[in-house]
């Protein structure tokens, strides 16, 4: 062989096996550790950097997806369980997942730094982060003054398409607020329709029914609509780190207080790697570092006050949790979603 093929030849052999120990030290050597979670890829990207770094046999990869997009898939995978780890969502979805044997009890570490009210009896979930949910604005069309003060004021007309509302089917925190919304209304009259009545009254007002947070943080900063519903910690992030100009106010009749939670899944292929990941996420600096980083509220109760970030003592003090009746949310929310889905979506637009 001539002696510049040969070279040749030897360098693509020498590139190859580069490629192929390569291949096996990321590969076969590497654990992957599925996560399913809504909490967003700047969260999920940096618990995913500070596990592997402490854990370099491993590799988490995280499916960020809406929160009852989530309990879907579980149910469709029950069978041969894909996620090892279920990373947030409101409590009452956990509640139904553990109900219909999706979950696998784990008793944290930190377990008794956490309400009675924030974790299932039997260890299946686990609250990590409280979630209010607000009315969001753009600050640079609406001033503080004018922006609406509680969840009747957005009903105005001077609102009628200018709102924005992630679609709710997908998305926990509006299904918390509809669901919060119809509560109400069986509390003040025994029956949801005066709720539903509201509902529509909404759809009214809303321009559009947005697939995914992304696009309404994109139309909400372009002021293609003026006006939304959604969880506080991703409207405060818009606005301090983003630098979008969006602002909110919190419901002064009350907001819906959610126990966002963690679970492991049943049947998982790693469930010891799961437990590990389940523990970093959820320990003290972990929790910090949420907060700090992503403006999420901590459940835990162990944690000093004045090491939190000071809008979370200020958003503390503001908060009037809604009353809220979980066992008849469990019960009934898919219920009164499905009937907006097929009576109020869209009918008065």
Same mark, same amino acid.
């Given at each position: 062989m001539p002696i510049r093929r040969r070279r040749v030849a030897q360098l693509v052999s020498a590139v190859l096996a580069s490629l192929v120990v390569a291949a096996c030290q990321r590969g076969p050597h590497r654990t992957v550790l599925t996560v399913y979670s809504p909490h967003g890829n700047d969260l999920l990207s940096f618990y995913e950097k500070e596990f592997e770094a402490a854990h370099p046999d491993i590799d988490v990869q995280s499916v960020d997806m809406g929160s009852q997009d989530i309990i879907d898939r579980l149910r469709s995978e029950k069978a041969n369980p894909q996620a090892d780890i279920w990373f947030g969502?409101?409590?009452?979805?956990?509640?139904?997942? !553990?109900?219909? !044997? +999706?979950?696998?009890?784990?008793?944290?570490?930190?377990?008794?730094?956490?309400?009675?009210?924030?974790?299932?009896?039997?260890? +299946?979930?686990? !609250?990590?982060? +409280?979630?209010?949910?607000?009315? !969001?604005?753009?600050?640079?069309?609406?001033?503080?003054?004018?922006?609406p003060k509680d969840w009747d004021d957005v009903l105005d007309p001077k609102w009628k398409g200018k709102v924005l509302i992630r679609d709710p089917i997908a998305s926990g925190s509006m299904r918390a607020i509809f669901g919060a919304i119809i509560l109400r209304s069986i509390r003040d009259t025994g029956t949801p329709n005066q709720g539903y009545a509201w509902l529509k009254r909404l759809d009214a007002q809303t321009k559009e029914y947005t697939l995914n947070p992304t696009i309404l943080y994109q139309k909400l900063g372009r002021q293609e609509g003026l006006i939304t519903l959604f969880d506080m910690p991703d409207l405060a992030m818009l606005r301090d780190r983003y630098h979008i100009p969006v602002k909110y106010t919190i419901p002064a009749s009350g907001t819906p207080l959610l126990v966002d939670a963690i679970a492991l899944v049943k049947g998982a292929k790693h469930p010891a790697i799961a437990r590990q990941y389940y523990e970093f996420v959820t320990s003290q600096r972990a929790l910090l570092d949420a907060a700090e980083r992503f403006y999420r509220i901590p459940v835990r109760t162990d944690i000093p006050a004045d090491s939190l970030p000071p809008w979370i003592r200020a958003a503390r003090d503001q908060i009037k949790p809604m009353p809220l009746d979980r066992a008849m949310l469990e019960q009934h929310l898919d219920e009164w979603m499905q009937y907006w889905d097929s009576h109020i979506r869209n009918s008065s637009r």
């Open positions: 969502a409101p409590e009452e979805i956990f509640e139904r997942a !553990g109900r219909e !044997g +999706l979950l696998a009890p784990y008793h944290p570490t930190w377990a008794n730094a956490v309400p009675a009210d924030s974790h299932d009896p039997n260890d +299946l979930w686990y !609250g990590t982060y +409280l979630t209010p949910e607000v009315i !969001g604005y753009n600050s640079q069309a609406v001033s503080d003054s004018a922006a």
